[in-house]
């Protein structure tokens, strides 16, 4: 896997003088995340530009979501997507240009705030990309949407929007294209065949007693042993099924800070992930996991109450193959044919199919087809730096998406990314003089 930077087979016209500005405007971002549902600053940013490059532009969709339009003639309609969003999470990059930002978290109290999963890249790129296409206005016919969307990381935005009545304001697209950057090599990109990534559910255990003394633990209901009972169960869930789902305590709560030693709390909150690539599967576990959660308190000589809330939950990203097709190929004649790499089905996940036909329930556009790819991320120094005798060992050993080490290779990534959506874009909408 080769990582040293390569010019593109078919440059684009203009890209140079895109590089400059779109690397500034990736810089604001980065420097000022903001959290899922708090966008504000950054969906006006997003917006800005939109309109000075001559888009309609619709705020506020679902909060803070922003979509944008330009109409060009009779052809298909095309929609570019990125994201809003970053993660309470504490930049360690060591960059000049690092995250310091803090935010009220969910529960009141101050978290740090960090670009940690390539969104700013994201929305840099469809902004670039939208800039391009939108002053070659000769090289394409039919509608260009573009979309800022919030709430990503939380699951919640591309519903919020649609239920806002997203593709009732604009032209609703006839395919949505979307990329995600990745730790491996910056300058490519990758391309799965169907599924790209799971679906999920996220539930909220919530074990409530009466709490007590540590010395009579046994005439309390104790709500933190039955937590941690279930945590231990949890390895049963679909156990023995065929493609079961991964199931995956992520927090458990319990007590206050400065809580004593000798009490036993009243709460214990736990949170669950589930991620697989079949819907039944994972409705099943979800069931697997409240009745686990019902028998692991029964067992208490004084049963805590259990309730059992979904947080989340999305569907498996699944990429159309003749769109994909399209896509895929036009990345080949753009970066040649080394550069274009596969990407197995991932276990992260993602409410871009909603945005597609698969959303279908909330938007009434069944026919809305996805193409999905990944976009390399990581920069030849950081690659070069990164431990292990061959590329596998090197892709382990890489800061991960939400990792407060993850930092994107400014100049490949947005280079590779603004000419993959561009291409990917041109290749879908009706045809200009080329």
């Known amino acids: 896997m080769s990582t040293k930077p390569t010019r593109t087979?078919?440059?684009?016209?203009?890209?140079?003088?895109?590089?400059?500005?779109?690397?500034?405007?990736?810089?604001?971002?980065?420097?000022?995340?903001?959290?899922?549902?708090a966008e504000a600053r950054t969906a006006a940013r997003f917006a800005q530009r939109l309109d000075a490059d001559g888009f309609r532009v619709l705020r506020g969709i679902g909060g803070h979501g922003i979509v944008a339009e330009l109409r060009n003639g009779e052809g298909p309609a095309v929609l570019l997507r990125a994201e809003l969003d970053a993660l309470p999470v504490a930049e360690a990059t060591g960059a000049p240009y690092a995250s310091t930002a803090t935010a009220t978290g969910p529960d009141g109290r101050p978290v740090p705030v960090m670009h940690a999963c390539g969104h700013d890249a994201h929305l840099a790129c469809v902004a670039a990309a939208g800039r391009w296409l939108?002053?070659?206005?000769?090289?394409?016919?039919?509608?260009?949407?573009?979309?800022?969307?919030?709430?990503?990381?939380?699951?919640?935005?591309?519903?919020?929007?649609?239920?806002d009545g997203l593709y009732d304001r604009v032209t609703p697209p006839d395919e949505v294209l979307a990329q995600h950057t990745a730790p491996f090599p910056a300058g490519m990109v990758a391309h799965a065949e169907g599924q790209v990534l799971a679906g999920s559910r996220t539930l909220a255990v919530a074990f409530e007693g009466d709490g007590g003394h540590a010395a009579t633990a046994h005439l309390a209901a104790d709500p933190l042993r039955a937590a941690a009972g279930l945590v231990t169960r949890l390895p049963e869930v679909a156990a023995g099924e065929s493609g079961r789902p991964t199931v995956t305590a992520t927090a458990l709560r319990s007590g206050d800070a400065g809580h004593p030693g000798n009490v036993v709390p009243d709460r214990a909150d736990l949170l669950v992930s589930l991620r697989?690539?079949?819907?039944?599967?994972?409705?099943?576990?979800?069931?697997?996991?409240?009745?686990?959660?019902?028998?692991?308190?029964?067992?208490?000589?004084?049963?805590?109450?259990?309730?059992?809330?979904?947080?989340?939950?999305?569907?498996?990203?699944?990429?159309?193959?003749?769109?994909?097709?399209?896509?895929?190929?036009?990345?080949?004649?753009?970066?040649?044919?080394?550069?274009?790499?596969?990407?197995?089905?991932?276990?992260?996940?993602?409410?871009?199919?909603?945005?597609?036909?698969?959303?279908?329930?909330?938007?009434?556009?069944?026919?809305?087809?996805?193409?999905?790819?990944?976009?390399?991320?990581?920069?030849?120094?950081?690659?070069?730096?990164?431990?292990?005798?061959?590329?596998?060992?090197?892709?382990?050993?890489?800061?991960?998406?939400?990792?407060?080490?993850?930092?994107?290779?400014?100049?490949?990534?947005?280079?590779?990314?603004?000419?993959?959506?561009?291409?990917g874009a041109l290749a879908r909408l009706g045809a200009g003089e080329r």
């Open 134 to 163: 939108a002053a070659r206005r000769d090289r394409w016919r039919g509608t260009l949407l573009l979309l800022g969307q919030p709430a990503e990381e939380t699951l919640g935005g591309a519903r919020a929007m649609l239920e």
């Open 9 to 37: 087979t078919q440059e684009l016209p203009g890209l140079a003088q895109l590089l400059a500005p779109t690397a500034e405007f990736y810089l604001d971002l980065h420097r000022h995340p903001e959290l899922s549902g």
């Open 276 to 423: 697989g690539f079949a819907e039944p599967a994972l409705d099943r576990a979800a069931a697997d996991v409240s009745r686990l959660a019902h028998a692991e308190a029964a067992t208490a000589a004084l049963p805590p109450r259990v309730t059992v809330t979904t947080v989340s939950r999305s569907g498996v990203t699944v990429t159309d193959p003749e769109v994909t097709d399209g896509v895929r190929t036009a990345h080949r004649t753009a970066f040649g044919a080394a550069r274009v790499t596969a990407w197995p089905p991932a276990l992260a996940t993602e409410d871009f199919p909603l945005l597609t036909g698969a959303g279908a329930d909330l938007h009434g556009h069944g026919g809305i087809r996805g193409c999905y790819w990944m976009l390399g991320a990581t920069g030849p120094a950081q690659w070069a730096a990164a431990p292990g005798p061959d590329a596998a060992a090197k892709l382990r050993a890489l800061p991960a998406n939400h990792s407060p080490r993850y930092l994107p290779s400014v100049r490949l990534t947005l280079q590779t990314g603004i000419t993959a959506m561009v291409t």
